[in-house]
């Protein structure tokens, strides 16, 4: 069995751990069974979001007719769009692999690894073991048991990054934040989208007040039947049928897209295996040092459920690193750390949602600005909610929440200002400039009551 000093789980944001430790003269071991980068760079933020911005574009052409300009759309050259995203991915994949390898130090393993006992891990046909190890193996597609649909070649959400084929009509079951952005991406481009929600809502984990704004909007443009899920699902002649619960209606597309969420890789890497506890829905258990249960093991990233976002585990790697490294530990503190949804419209939000207030027994103030009210809202013929959420004095922010223009990039206002001091006078006391964008947010500010 080799021994290293170091060993990495995952070849994300893992990666930094592994270029600190060989840059220490530590002797480092990755293991990554797929294309370097992890899930960001392959099959996750970094291609959705240039595929999406093709779909932006289209979308800005198809509304410049209520600013007096006429323009049409002469063709979609699809396999080009996906093709160019693709060769960016994959080069910048390659990149890194070379890299690495050329080092000599970390040692890389590109195949499936699996645990096999404390802190040693099966490697092929070789076994290695390491003194520390950082477990960031990320997560996968949940595939719901829908009866036939194994049998079917339906995308997921990475198979879906890469389709060279537009589809005619598109299904997409699954009503979150992907099949947001998906459904964007392929409908602003010219597909028929029908989405089915289990509920009532898209985006349901968002605050509820927005998710009804953005679910309100997306109807307008593409086919959602809600509190509807599929029955089964058959695979005839290039076509997907799907037969729903409680209806005789029977649904018909080219392509089927299934995103019902996410599942951590703790049972393929065997963690319990090495002695690392996971929760009931399988995600590891750390401490607010990122330490699992096992004395030397670390973990961050999707992997532990904790607001799974690439730039959750870029914040987390640092304390990792600290955690690991030097002899004074550093909490991980997840609060102020935001997210976005890169559909049209974009949403944005940081902090707690008025729900979640409520269900806790807090009490709190909220303030409301809608786009339309603004200078840059008429400019844009565009309307919005900003929706701020604070304590019970109007002081201290609790939490943002953004449904409209730019909303991805907005809500950083806020999660500055709560890192910062927390205190609504951050913004409130600031002068924005007129008529620009962000003066939309601070107006939700100043409508605290």
């Known amino acids: 069995m080799k021994k290293f000093d170091v060993l990495v789980v995952g070849s994300g944001a893992g990666l930094e751990v592994a270029s600190f430790a060989a840059e220490k003269e530590m002797s480092v071991a990755i293991v990554e069974e797929g294309p370097l980068g992890g899930t960001c760079l392959n099959r996750g933020c970094i291609p959705s979001k240039m595929l999406i911005h093709s779909s932006d574009v289209a979308e800005a052409i198809k509304n410049s007719g209520k600013f007096g300009i006429k323009s049409k759309i002469e063709s979609i050259d699809f396999a080009s769009i996906v093709k160019r995203v693709s060769e960016v991915v994959d080069t910048d994949s390659a990149g890194i692999e070379k890299s690495v390898r050329e080092n000599g130090n970390p040692i890389l ?6 645990f096999i006992g404390p802190k040693q891990m099966q490697v092929g046909d070789g076994q290695i073991e390491a003194d520390k190890v950082f477990i960031v193996g990320g997560t996968r597609p949940s595939i719901p048991p829908i009866p036939g649909l194994k049998n079917t070649p339906f995308l997921d959400s990475t198979k879906a990054l890469r389709l060279e084929k537009q589809p005619k009509h598109l299904i997409i079951i699954g009503g979150g934040y992907i099949a947001a952005e998906l459904a964007h991406f392929y409908g602003a481009l010219g597909t028929k989208i029908t989405i089915l929600v289990r509920g009532n809502l898209m985006l349901s984990d968002e605050d ?38 409680d209806s005789e209606r029977k649904l018909e597309s080219d392509q089927l897209l299934v995103v019902t969420g996410r599942v951590p890789n703790t049972d393929i890497l065997d963690v319990k295996t090495t002695g690392v506890e996971v929760n009931d829905n399988g995600y590891i258990k750390v401490n607010e040092y990122l330490e699992t249960n096992v004395d030397g093991i670390w973990a961050f990233g999707d992997i532990l459920g904790i607001l799974p976002f690439r730039h959750t585990a870029n914040d987390q790697v640092g304390f990792s690193i600290r955690n690991a490294f030097t002899d004074k530990k550093v909490p991980f503190n997840p609060f102020a750390i935001g997210h ?33 009210d603004t200078g840059m809202g008429g400019a844009l013929q565009e309307n919005g909610l900003a929706k701020v959420l604070t304590d019970k004095n109007g002081e201290k922010i609790l939490g943002a929440h953004i449904v409209g223009h730019e909303a991805s990039t907005l809500i950083h206002e806020v999660i500055v200002a709560m890192k910062a001091n927390g205190t609504v006078k951050a913004i409130t006391n600031s002068v924005y400039i007129h008529p620009a964008l962000p003066e939309w947010l601070q107006r939700a500010f100043f409508a605290i009551e």
Request: charged letters at 30%; glycine letters at 10%.
């Open 109 to 114: 393993y590109k195949m499936r690894g699996k």
């Open 208 to 245: 509820e007040e927005i998710a009804q704004w953005f679910t309100k909007k997306f109807s307008k443009k593409y086919e959602i039947l809600f509190n509807t899920q599929a029955e089964s699902v058959s695979y005839q002649n290039g076509n997907f049928i799907i037969t729903l619960k």
């Open 340 to 372: 976005a949804v890169f559909s049209s419209p974009q949403v944005g939000g940081v902090g707690k949602t008025e729900q979640e207030l409520k269900k806790e027994g807090t009490a709190y103030k909220v303030g409301r600005a809608e786009l339309k």
